[in-house]
């Protein structure tokens, strides 16, 4: 079966550093995706990652580690809008659709 | 501008009343999809397709019905067999189904 598990919340201070993790059981692997959705909101896409490593995308950076299946979103420098859900995706197979994870609901204070 | 649209933003249905949701995109994506989502909740997939004419059930098809005509719509039909209705339908495309999906705004479905 495939699973992706998330913190279900987490909270940080403005201006802090936060890491939001995914961990994951696919029955294939073609990369693994993070979107950001704010309450009322569609998701919007902000990361995918295929091969191990780091990739850094201004503020946020993304990690995989296709041996461990592991993924984490690093958030830096936080600010008030970064307040959302956080959900992590993940291709598993030629044809079937991404495998999305329930989303880990980011509260930033200040 | 390309981008995947919806309509209604907000759609209100009586009892035992059929509706259908709008999803129409423009980015020449052959996959598109379905999802609903409760409050608090993740996503859930109700329907997939993959290229015009054809469409496979997702986790939560019951209650749901589709069809693609077209490479650039995948309409979502409410039936009254879906005794609970109430949520955000959400409506994405890629250009297949292991790459970046892309979501429309989003429909509101309130029952009266």
């Known amino acids: 079966g495939q699973n992706i598990d998330q913190p279900t919340e987490m909270t940080a201070t403005e201006g802090a550093i936060v890491q939001i993790n995914c961990t994951y059981q696919t029955s294939g692997f073609n990369g693994l995706f993070w979107y950001q959705q704010h309450a009322g909101e569609a998701p919007t896409f902000l990361s995918y990652n295929v091969l191990d490593g780091l990739e850094e995308k201004g503020r946020f950076s993304s990690f995989l580690s296709r041996s461990k299946g592991y993924s984490y979103l690093l958030l830096k420098e936080l600010q008030m809008k970064d307040s959302a859900s956080y959900l992590c995706?993940?291709?598993?197979?030629?044809?079937?659709?991404?495998?999305f994870g329930k989303g880990t609901r980011l509260s930033v204070i200040a | 501008d390309g981008g995947i649209t919806q309509s209604p933003k907000y759609l209100f249905r009586k009892e035992g009343q059929n509706v259908t949701l709008s999803c129409e995109q423009n980015?020449?994506?052959?996959?598109m999809y379905w999802y609903r989502q409760d409050p608090g909740q993740g996503l859930r997939l109700i329907y997939y397709s993959q290229i015009v004419n054809d469409f496979q059930k997702g986790d939560i098809a019951e209650g749901y019905s589709v069809s693609r005509e077209k490479k650039e719509s995948f309409p979502l039909t409410v039936t009254s067999a879906q005794k609970n209705p109430t949520a955000f339908y959400l409506c994405?495309?890629?250009?297949?189904?292991?790459?970046?999906?892309?979501f429309g705004p989003g429909t509101r479905l309130l029952v009266l």
């Open positions: 995706a993940v291709g598993a197979s030629g044809n079937t659709p991404l495998v």
């Open positions: 994405a495309s890629s250009i297949n189904s292991q790459e970046t999906q892309y």
């Open positions: 980015l020449n994506h052959d996959a």
